[in-house]
């Protein structure tokens, strides 16, 4: 693994540290994931567990454009790899038939979107949560950094599994 992460300013303004540490970790799983083999990324965990480096991608993909793009961003996104009730894990499973190069794609795509959108938005803006309350842009970004810091945690355990690497 080669590791071109960009470190975050340590003396930045708050909104160019968020994005940083996002970015960060965003890389962090590209980091995790790169050099496998498409079978080795769809590879599960330690059963009963269906946590894959694969579907942690695909998770993330749909966190940002759940967070970002639907109630940020106001857009009008479904899932694209989950359906509610019948199957709300649909992220994590059904991957064999998954095209890996385009799970990437969509998922940095998500990203650059996400992007833009805070971008746009003043932190002190608010977005509505499943529950009907209010987090504001700002609390929004850090949940999204203890989303990513977890399963960078999740990845790391996976990737050491599949061949002994191990990193930050």
């Known amino acids: ?6 470190d ?20 962090t ?9 498409d079978e080795q990324l769809r590879l599960r965990a330690v059963p009963p567990s269906g946590m894959s480096l694969l579907g942690l991608v695909r ?14 961003g106001g857009r009008d996104l479904p899932p694209l790899y989950f359906s509610e009730p019948d199957n709300p894990d649909g ?3 059904d991957l064999d038939s998954t095209d890996v190069a ?12 996400s992007r833009d ?4 938005s003043s932190l002190d803006a608010t977005a509505q949560r499943r529950d009907g309350t209010d987090a504001s842009v700002r609390w929004i970004m850090l949940h999204m950094l203890e989303e990513y810091a977890r399963h960078n945690g999740h990845a790391d355990f996976l990737r050491e599994r ?3 690497a191990t990193g930050e």
């Open 117 to 120: 959108i805070v971008a746009a």
């Open 1 to 6: 693994m080669t590791d071109n992460r960009t």
């Open 29 to 37: 799983l590209a980091l995790k994931c790169e050099g496998l083999t």
């Open 8 to 27: 975050p300013d340590p003396v930045a303004d708050e909104r160019t540290t968020l994005a940083g540490f996002l970015d960060y970790h965003r890389e």
């Open 162 to 164: 599949i061949d002994g």
């Open 102 to 113: 385009t799970v990437f794609a969509t998922w940095r795509a998500a990203c650059a979107e």
């Open 59 to 72: 998770h993330l993909t749909e966190v940002e454009r759940g967070w970002f793009g639907r109630r940020v």
């Open 91 to 93: 992220d994590f499973d």
